[in-house]
């Protein structure tokens, strides 16, 4: 497969024989960059794949190691653990998205052996002087003996096939004849949590000088999904002989290597991972070509990490002396290149490249709306190209009225989409979610793009898409047509039930489920069904309807502060698109909208007494209440990140923030404020600090000229964020009280989070709030 957007870069001179000096000079930095070689192992990767893929941690559905990947590629690698001698002599993996879940492939899909021709002993990895590193873009591995030294190197060249190079130097004063073959297995089953195991139906066969994988129809909707489409190629740059033996084989060398005192010899292999017939055939077919280009590909990869380490490190817009700036440094390219491991490129339903939540975990192997709008808004700095395609993923989605199954969401972006469509679809996939939407952050990411890359033909394009989404809630989520919306559900077979009389009603229960959902904050205290306190109703669904009476959604009764600021800011981001795009009737029709909305958050969702902005509870009766009873959120601090708030009740908010019995804890923000009763430092949205919030939190902060407040606690989150700043994972969401890392490893939009505070806090002081409106 033609890597179409390397191809274009190089057409720019991006990245593409240029050197390091004049990529600098294009990207407006003046001093020395720092390149891949002085972020090394930041993240430790080093794994032993086995059939036993996750964590020992029944709590979690994640990988139990890290690994690598790049390109968009669905597969991935490790390096050797150190003291796992089986490890040795290649790149442990890969693992594989089979569709919608990870597995791991193989123990090792092509291991090098190099025996001495001359005494047939051969040489022992275990026996050599070797280090085994992840520079950025790059797994390294070096051996080295008394009178040889192997060095393998591994990248991806394409969105489908990562390249290893093996060079083969003989350090010593005579001739070194050696005979070399790669072995390989594939493990063909998974041992899940629940210790079933789920077999692949899986075969090794001879492929084009070396051997593949072929895939059989397997339909698990929690575990494994493959075809028979599916194959797995290791094409090898030499001619060799290959023997299959069940799980195993065996690629020998047809010819003695004669390698001369202070030479070396190299020997590269290709391995695609690919979904069709098509894609495999062509991925082999070039490899021929990659061989002869290796030294090209190699040099095109570091340009272009070089390139990505440079717009990470660097911020010439700063004066700030920053201290522990190399350690910051170092955690911002652990996020940047957790965002690249976790590229996936267009396969099955996906039509455009887009960034998975964590390719390490069972559960996210799809595009989440508001999860792409924040890696957009992070990738857009240093690849805004990436970050252009993961927001036109979820648009290729985005409901029209000519929809043959929910026309009347017309404007909606799905919550989720996968490799695989839904049944209403026509598809076969559980995952594919189209029950609720998520908060409306697409402008602010558009707007991240835009600001990066000034591509005026990507705004024009997105901006009537923009404003669908944007009417949509108004048209599907405001019950009552106040002006201010809820979150809620759609018209969906899931959310209806039979009643005792075999009739069909509204399964409230469900409806609650998907519009808790629709927030982001699946289980926050705040969507609790039961009220607190006798005045609280509950939490209560009602129809949303259109002009002529149809029901065309549904939304709970509280008319939510963080999801009516979203709205304010976009209509904010919208203003400024519209504005770019000289439509001026356009912005002034957003600026009117804007102040009226503004009035209502202002004076209708903020508690004088507490010093917070709450839900607001409105029922049919035309009763109201404000929320406070059930506790603060970080909802109550998005009117900040908005701009939204006056001045004096930023300042009410901002002593909440940062009061340590509430919002300012060891690694602050938690998602339920300290002081409530429900709170609880582990379980998701009840009380773990979500990177995201945290932003917002310090963002709003900036954005009312508390810098040095936000400066704190962002150092806070870099220094107290477990294994951050040492060669540990990223984390979902973090323990408020010690800093511990929860749930899912390796996680995308946290990653972002890191690399925009990290710009826009230890950096410049710029946040990424919407201006137009101040």
């Given at each position: 497969?033609?890597?179409?957007?390397?191809?274009?870069?190089?057409?720019?001179g991006?990245?593409?024989?240029?050197?390091?000096?004049i990529l600098?000079s294009?990207?407006r930095?003046?001093?020395?960059?720092?390149?891949?070689?002085?972020?090394?192992?930041?993240?430790?990767?080093?794994?032993?794949?086995?059939a036993?893929?996750?964590?020992?941690?029944?709590?979690?559905?994640?990988?139990?190691?890290?690994?690598?990947?790049?390109?968009?590629?669905?597969?991935?690698?490790y390096?050797?653990?150190?003291?796992?001698?089986?490890?040795?002599?290649?790149?442990?993996?890969?693992?594989?998205?089979?569709?919608?879940?990870?597995?791991?492939?193989?123990h090792?899909?092509?291991?090098?052996?190099?025996?001495?021709?001359k005494?047939?002993?051969?040489?022992?990895?275990?026996?050599?002087?070797?280090?085994?590193n992840?520079?950025?873009?790059?797994?390294?591995?070096?051996y080295?003996?008394?009178?040889?030294?192997?060095?393998?190197?591994?990248?991806?060249?394409?969105?489908?096939?990562?390249?290893v190079?093996?060079?083969i130097?003989?350090?010593?004063?005579?001739?070194?004849?050696l005979k070399?073959?790669?072995?390989?297995?594939?493990?063909?089953?998974?041992?899940?949590?629940?210790?079933?195991?789920?077999?692949?139906?899986?075969?090794?066969?001879?492929?084009?000088?070396?051997?593949?994988?072929?895939?059989?129809?397997?339909?698990?909707?929690?575990?494994?999904?493959?075809?028979?489409?599916?194959?797995?190629?290791v094409?090898?740059?030499?001619?060799?002989?290959?023997?299959?033996?069940?799980?195993?084989?065996?690629?020998?060398?047809?010819?003695?290597?004669?390698?001369?005192?202070?030479?070396?010899?190299?020997?590269e292999?290709t391995?695609?991972?690919?979904f069709?017939k098509?894609?495999?055939?062509?991925?082999?077919?070039?490899?021929?070509?990659?061989?002869?280009?290796?030294?090209?590909?190699?040099?095109?990869?570091e340009?272009?990490?070089?390139?990505?380490?440079?717009?990470?490190t660097?911020?010439?817009k700063?004066?700030k002396?920053?201290?522990?700036?190399?350690?910051?440094?170092?955690?911002?390219?652990?996020?940047?290149?957790?965002?690249?491991?976790?590229?996936?490129?267009?396969?099955?339903?996906?039509?455009?490249?887009?960034?998975?939540?964590?390719?390490?975990?069972?559960?996210?192997?799809?595009?989440?709306?508001w999860?792409s709008?924040?890696?957009?808004?992070?990738?857009?700095?240093?690849?805004?190209?990436?970050a252009?395609?993961?927001?036109?993923?979820?648009?290729?989605?985005?409901i029209?009225?000519?929809?043959?199954?929910?026309?009347?969401?017309a404007?909606?972006?799905?919550?989720?989409?996968?490799y695989?469509?839904?049944?209403?679809?026509?598809?076969?996939?559980?995952?594919?979610?189209?029950?609720?939407?998520?908060?409306?952050l697409?402008?602010?990411?558009?707007?991240?793009?835009?600001?990066?890359?000034q591509?005026?033909?990507?705004l024009k394009?997105?901006?009537?898409?923009l404003?669908?989404?944007?009417?949509?809630?108004?048209?599907?989520r405001?019950?009552?047509?106040?002006?201010?919306?809820?979150?809620?559900?759609?018209?969906?077979?899931?959310?209806?039930?039979?009643?005792?009389?075999?009739?069909?009603?509204v399964?409230?229960?469900?409806?609650?489920?998907?519009?808790?959902?629709?927030?982001?904050?699946?289980?926050?205290?705040?969507f609790?069904?039961?009220?607190?306190?006798?005045?609280?109703k509950?939490?209560?669904?009602?129809?949303?309807?259109?002009?002529?009476?149809?029901?065309?959604?549904?939304?709970?009764?509280?008319?939510?502060?963080?999801?009516?600021?979203?709205?304010?800011?976009?209509k904010?981001?919208?203003?400024?698109?519209?504005?770019?795009l000289?439509?001026?009737?356009?912005?002034?029709?957003?600026?009117?909208?804007?102040?009226?909305?503004?009035?209502?958050i202002?004076?209708?969702?903020?508690?004088?007494?507490?010093?917070?902005?709450?839900?607001?509870?409105?029922?049919?009766?035309?009763?109201?209440?404000?929320?406070?009873?059930?506790?603060?959120?970080?909802?109550?601090?998005?009117?900040?990140?908005?701009?939204?708030?006056?001045?004096?009740?930023?300042?009410?908010?901002?002593?909440?923030?940062?009061?340590?019995?509430?919002?300012?804890?060891?690694?602050?923000?938690?998602?339920?404020?300290?002081?409530?009763?429900?709170?609880?430092?582990?379980?998701?949205?009840?009380?773990?600090?979500?990177?995201?919030?945290?932003?917002?939190?310090?963002?709003?902060?900036?954005?009312?000229?508390y810098?040095?407040?936000?400066?704190?606690?962002?150092?806070?989150?870099?220094?107290h964020?477990?294994?951050?700043?040492?060669s540990?994972?990223?984390?979902?969401?973090?323990?408020?009280?010690n800093?511990?890392?929860?749930?899912?490893?390796?996680?995308?939009?946290?990653?972002?989070?890191?690399?925009?505070?990290?710009?826009?806090?230890?950096?410049?002081?710029?946040?990424?709030?919407?201006?137009?409106?101040?």
């Open positions: 497969m033609i890597n179409a957007r390397l191809v274009k870069k190089c057409l720019l991006v990245v593409c024989g240029l050197s390091v000096g600098l294009e990207n930095y003046s001093v020395k960059a720092d390149t891949v070689e002085d972020y090394k192992n930041v993240l430790d990767i080093s794994g032993n794949p086995t036993n893929f996750y964590s020992k941690n029944k709590k979690v559905s994640t990988n139990k190691y890290s690994s690598f990947s790049d390109q968009g590629a669905w597969h991935a690698y390096l050797p653990k150190e003291g796992v001698t089986s490890t040795y002599g290649g790149f442990p993996g890969p693992m594989i998205i089979a569709e919608e879940y990870p597995v791991n492939l193989s090792q899909i092509s291991k090098l052996h190099i025996i001495n021709a005494t047939n002993k051969e040489f022992n990895f275990a026996n050599a002087k070797r280090s085994f992840y520079y950025p873009g790059r797994l390294n591995q070096v080295k003996f008394k009178n040889l030294t192997v060095t393998l190197d591994l990248i991806f060249t394409d969105s489908r096939t990562a390249m190079r093996t060079n130097q003989n350090t010593g004063k005579t001739n070194l004849s070399a073959y790669w072995t390989g297995d594939i493990i063909n089953k998974l041992k899940t949590r629940e210790k079933k195991a789920v077999n692949f139906k899986q075969q090794l066969a001879k492929g084009t000088n070396g051997v593949k994988v072929k895939f059989s129809k397997v339909r698990n909707d929690n575990y494994y999904m493959t075809t028979a489409g599916n194959q797995f190629n094409v090898y740059s030499a001619p060799v002989k290959t023997s299959i033996k069940g799980d195993k084989y065996k690629s020998s060398l047809n010819k003695t290597l004669t390698v001369k005192p202070g030479e070396s010899q190299t020997l292999s391995q695609s991972y690919t069709t098509k894609e495999a055939d062509a991925e082999v077919a070039k490899a021929n070509d990659d061989f002869a280009n290796v030294d090209t590909l190699f040099q095109q990869n340009n272009r990490w070089n390139n990505y380490i440079t717009r990470t660097e911020n010439d700063s004066k002396a920053v201290a522990n700036k190399a350690k910051y440094d170092r955690a911002a390219v652990k996020g940047m290149e957790t965002l690249v491991t976790n590229w996936i490129s267009p396969a099955g339903a996906l039509k455009h490249d887009g960034i998975v939540p964590s390719m390490s975990d069972q559960w996210f192997e799809g595009l989440w709306a999860d709008w924040k890696h957009a808004a992070a990738v857009a700095e240093f690849d805004p190209e990436l252009e395609s993961s927001i036109k993923a979820l648009f290729d989605y985005q029209t009225k000519k929809d043959k199954v929910r026309p009347q969401d404007g909606m972006i799905p919550d989720a989409i996968f695989n469509k839904n049944k209403e679809r026509g598809g076969d996939g559980i995952n594919w979610n189209e029950r609720n939407s998520k908060p409306p697409a402008s602010w990411a558009v707007w991240q793009v835009y600001k990066s890359n591509d005026k033909a990507f394009e997105m901006y009537p898409k404003v669908a989404y944007h009417d949509w809630w108004y048209s599907n405001d019950y009552n047509k106040d002006g201010l919306a809820e979150y809620g559900a759609t018209v969906d077979p899931l959310h209806y039930k039979k009643n005792k009389h075999n009739q069909k009603v399964n409230k229960e469900e409806v609650i489920l998907a519009s808790a959902w629709e927030s982001g904050m699946d289980n926050a205290v705040r609790d069904a039961t009220g607190v306190g006798k005045a609280d509950g939490v209560k669904v009602y129809p949303d309807k259109d002009s002529k009476g149809k029901v065309v959604g549904y939304s709970v009764n509280q008319e939510s502060v963080d999801l009516n600021s979203y709205l304010y800011a976009d904010g981001f919208l203003a400024a698109i519209a504005n770019e000289g439509y001026t009737a356009d912005a002034e029709k957003y600026t009117a909208e804007a102040s009226q909305l503004q009035n209502k202002q004076s209708k969702m903020f508690d004088k007494k507490t010093g917070f902005f709450y839900d607001l509870q409105s029922n049919k009766d035309g009763s109201t209440l404000l929320l406070s009873n059930r506790g603060k959120g970080p909802e109550g601090l998005i009117p900040l990140w908005a701009r939204v708030a006056t001045s004096a009740q930023a300042d009410q908010v901002k002593q909440v923030l940062m009061n340590k019995k509430m919002f300012n804890t060891y690694m602050p923000f938690p998602t339920t404020s300290r002081d409530n009763k429900k709170f609880t430092a582990t379980q998701y949205w009840r009380g773990p600090v979500w990177l995201d919030q945290a932003m917002f939190g310090i963002e709003g902060l900036q954005n009312y000229n810098n040095t407040e936000a400066l704190k606690q962002t150092e806070k989150l870099f220094d964020a477990e294994g951050l700043t040492g540990g994972p990223i984390r979902e969401n973090y323990n408020p009280l800093g511990d890392g929860l749930n899912s490893s390796n996680f995308s939009w946290s990653s972002g989070v890191f690399y925009m505070l990290h710009h826009n806090v230890l950096g410049d002081d710029q946040t990424s709030s919407q201006q137009y409106f101040k």
